[in-house]
């Protein structure tokens, strides 16, 4: 890979500091490894169950899921266990979300350790290789659906937990509270509502979410940024009804020719974003090479990349537009008529520092402005998420800096991940003085949310035992130091 300084990957700013006290880092190390074979096993019979959060699936698929979680986390030793929903606006219950809480010793700080536990649908089973619920090792990795999003985060939770509860024993006086959601896939619909009616359960020292992605196979990434989010559809109308395509067709065009002459212009000749009044920034501590990338994200040979700058700026701290659907009339359905309207979702990433309202509003703006022939164009906005920076000076960034490295036996470096969490926004707004560290299991070969999902078995068990350095590490912090 192609970084920013010399040829090897570059740790965070500063040398990363452990903690004050000695860790014991081979007992830990240890009693993770010793316990392995457990914790794979496990997560195989988490991948079993089908838990999908979305109202077209088997809402009691979701429910066995937290269930199951629920006893995982008794049987760790979370002396408090409960399975906790709220309501989405529109009065219908939202996933089922499991809460462990471990109360701090006098004078310790609480970590809270977020995963989720539902999952995405498996889409077309034609395309996996393996059965997307049924766990299966090959090559030195797991597959299947949920394998490593966000089952494994579920497990190097629980597997820290353990090591750290068997290592430190008596020792281990700081409060750790498990959060495991339950409809993260879906959108999180009740998240904000279940901070505010939960807050106080939920209140922590550190914060992390085990979500996101290493730097590679081998290398170990904290992700230090994360794009915004904004996303809705638009409608581009032309008749009042269908008509004859061959008595009508000439004087005006179909909704779906002008709707694809408005994506056009969505993006300039080189492909970047060509929306007036969004933040651009080109800055990366690590760069993908163009082979490494096109081999990561399977692009096709002849395929130009698109966009200017480097490939991590490109996908961490500049804007992403994609048309993620349109509605139009499917092809084995298709009459010869004049179709009158069409319509497209949009999903655009943001860079860190953008403000979704005033994206979402330059969006607006642009589709109006540049209506083809002058079709009706109606603009729906959906959903709005802020981009994310951690602040790399924390104490817990640091320590976790030094867990990843320690962990893994290489430096870790900072990365941004082009995806989105909205709701990190929530957690920051409602508890301001909170530090949180977004790590993962998952690598560039994941295939998160696609087909043949899988999990890099060695880098998972390098995650719980990073985790378990981490907990060891805050146990030897004084509260909010």
Not at 212 to 228: D, F
Not at 438 to 461: C, M, Q, W, Y
Request: charged letters at 20%.
């Amino acid at each position: 890979m192609t970084l920013s300084s010399d040829s090897r990957p570059s740790a965070a700013a500063g040398t990363p500091t452990g903690p004050a006290t000695a860790v014991p880092v081979d007992a830990l190390r240890a009693a993770v490894e010793n316990n392995f074979d457990s914790t794979l096993n496990t997560l195989c019979s988490l991948v079993a169950i089908p838990g999908i959060a979305w109202s077209s699936f088997d809402a009691s698929q979701l429910d066995r899921s937290a269930d199951a979680v629920a006893k995982l986390a008794t049987a760790a030793g979370f002396p408090e266990v409960r399975i906790l929903r709220c309501n989405k606006e529109d009065g219908t219950p939202g996933g089922p979300a499991v809460v462990a809480r471990r109360p701090a010793a006098a004078g310790k700080p609480t970590i809270l350790l977020y995963a989720h536990h539902d999952v995405q649908p498996p889409g077309d089973s034609a395309l996996w290789e393996t059965q997307p619920f049924v766990a299966q090792e090959r090559d030195g990795r797991l597959y299947g659906r949920g394998a490593a999003d966000d089952k494994a985060g579920v497990m190097a939770h629980l597997g820290a937990f353990a090591a750290a509860k068997e290592v430190l024993g008596e020792d281990f006086g700081l409060g750790v509270t498990l959060f495991i959601e339950g409809e993260e896939e879906a959108g999180s619909p009740t998240f904000r509502t279940f901070l505010e009616t939960y807050q106080e359960e939920l209140r922590a020292d550190v914060i992390v979410v085990a979500d996101s992605s290493n730097w590679q196979v081998g290398i170990p990434a904290l992700t230090t940024s994360l794009r915004g989010l904004v996303d809705g559809t638009f409608e581009v109308r032309v008749l009042e009804h269908a008509v004859h395509s061959g008595m009508f067709g000439g004087p005006v065009l179909d909704a779906p020719t002008l709707l694809a002459r408005l994506i056009a212009t969505l993006h300039d000749d080189e492909g970047s974003v060509a929306i007036e009044g969004l933040v651009f920034r080109d800055e990366a501590d690590v760069d993908l090479t163009e082979e490494e990338f096109r081999r990561d994200a399977s692009v096709l040979d002849g395929v130009q990349l698109a966009g200017t700058g480097s490939i991590s700026s490109r996908m961490w701290t500049k804007p992403a537009l994609s048309i993620i659907g349109i509605d139009a009339p499917a092809v084995n359905v298709a009459s010869n008529t004049l179709i009158p309207s069409a319509r497209a979702k949009f999903s655009m990433r943001l860079a860190p520092g953008q403000d979704p309202q005033a994206a979402m509003d330059a969006l607006e703006k642009h589709l109006t402005a540049h209506a083809p022939f002058g079709a009706q164009v109606t603009f729906t906005p959906g959903e709005m998420g802020t981009a994310f920076q951690t602040d790399t000076k924390s104490k817990a960034a640091s320590l976790s800096l030094w867990a990843l490295g320690e962990a893994w036996g290489v430096p870790a470096v900072e990365t941004g991940i082009g995806g989105s969490i909205p709701f990190i926004a929530d957690l920051k707004e409602l508890y301001p003085d909170v530090q949180i560290l977004v790590t993962g299991v998952e690598d560039p070969d994941s295939r998160a949310h696609s087909a043949n999902e899988s999990l890099h078995i060695g880098d998972f068990k390098n995650a719980v035992v990073a985790e378990a350095l981490l907990l060891a590490g805050l146990n030897t912090e004084t509260q909010r130091d």
